[in-house]
């Protein structure tokens, strides 16, 4: 298994995973509980609207009009850990929100910090690296819902981008991922969405951790032309101020260090800066 996660992780820049242990009823409620948000009046929605990057629950909106590059999503992030500090915050129509997004959102991170030995396992370190600093780290949590598109549209969900965390994990309720293929021809490839699989992303500080022996991935969002989609990330961090630097094992005279320390509260900087190169450019060496 390590060695499969390590080539996945080298060279696909993602994998999935199947037998996660989080059952359906819990997939489907918190993806029911997200759904009957965002089709919520935007009256309540508009409650939690914010330009604040860093505010712990935070609603926005995108909309399209057809513009080709443009793009069409509404977003609501909610930070989940510990989440007994959190989640009194989060909304509370529907009523079930809470609960069971709550319940998911407790599970993955479980699940996460898992996962996350298995990986450190496969750089080469210790299966408990970094647990503890995980296990106290930050969970944020975004939904995001596209609507229904024209099959001719070139609206985006998601503009290209790789993400912040050390590792994420993406459920979707219909395909609409999508990879950038350095090994053919910078191409984009569709990758389905299987029901109630999670998608396991390399994220910027992973890259950084490892030295470069994981890439974070350029991924995009599509829009379906059959149906709305939601899905939900959840990226687990480091606290907000920890840095993450390359492990001082993966650091040699054939290695030099390809990085400098970073962290979660430099990227939300960086995300709310007029800085044009992408935030993994600005930590190389």
């Given at each position: 298994m390590l060695q499969t996660i390590h080539d996945a992780c080298q060279n696909k820049v993602f994998?999935?995973?199947?037998?996660?242990?989080?059952?359906?009823?819990?997939?489907?409620?918190?993806?029911?509980?997200?759904?009957?948000?965002f089709e919520s009046a935007m009256e309540e929605k508009k409650i939690f609207l914010s330009d604040d990057v860093k505010k712990p629950v935070r609603f926005g909106t995108s909309r399209s009009n057809g513009d080709a590059g443009k793009v069409s999503r509404d977003f609501i992030k909610l930070y989940a850990n510990p989440i007994e500090d959190w989640i009194g915050l989060?909304?509370?129509?529907?009523t079930d929100f809470r609960e069971n997004v709550g319940k998911y959102a407790s599970e993955v991170r479980r699940l996460g910090i898992d996962i996350m030995g298995a990986v450190t396992e496969s750089?080469?370190?210790?299966?408990?690296?970094?647990?503890?600093?995980?296990?106290?780290?930050?969970?944020?949590?975004?939904?995001?819902?596209y609507p229904q598109c024209s099959p001719t549209s070139?609206?985006?969900?998601?503009?290209?981008?790789?993400?912040?965390?050390?590792?994420?994990?993406?459920?979707?309720?219909?395909?609409?991922l999508e990879i950038m293929?350095?090994?053919?021809?910078?191409?984009?490839?569709?990758i389905p969405a299987v029901?109630?699989?999670?998608?396991?992303?390399?994220?910027?500080?992973l890259e950084v951790l490892g030295n470069g022996m994981y890439k974070s991935v350029f991924h995009r969002a599509t829009p379906s032309p059959r149906l709305s989609r939601v899905s939900v990330a959840s990226f687990l961090s480091l606290r907000m101020g920890e840095t993450v630097e390359p492990a001082v094992e993966l650091v040699d005279e054939e290695h030099p260090q390809k990085y400098r320390a970073t962290s979660l509260d430099?990227?939300?900087?960086?995300?709310?800066?007029?800085?044009?190169?992408?935030?993994?450019?600005?930590?190389?060496?």
């Open positions: 994998f999935q995973v199947v037998n996660h242990g989080i059952s359906q009823r819990v997939i489907d409620d918190a993806l029911g509980s997200l759904s009957n948000f989060w909304p509370h129509d529907p750089l080469g370190l210790s299966p408990t690296y970094l647990r503890n600093s995980l296990e106290q780290g930050m969970h944020i949590l975004v939904a995001n819902t070139k609206i985006l969900g998601l503009p290209p981008h790789t993400d912040h965390s050390i590792i994420t994990f993406l459920l979707e309720s219909t395909s609409g293929d350095f090994t053919d021809s910078s191409a984009w490839k569709s029901k109630s699989t999670l998608k396991v992303i390399v994220g910027n500080h430099e990227f939300f900087n960086h995300l709310s800066s007029n800085e044009e190169r992408p935030y993994i450019d600005c930590l190389k060496i």
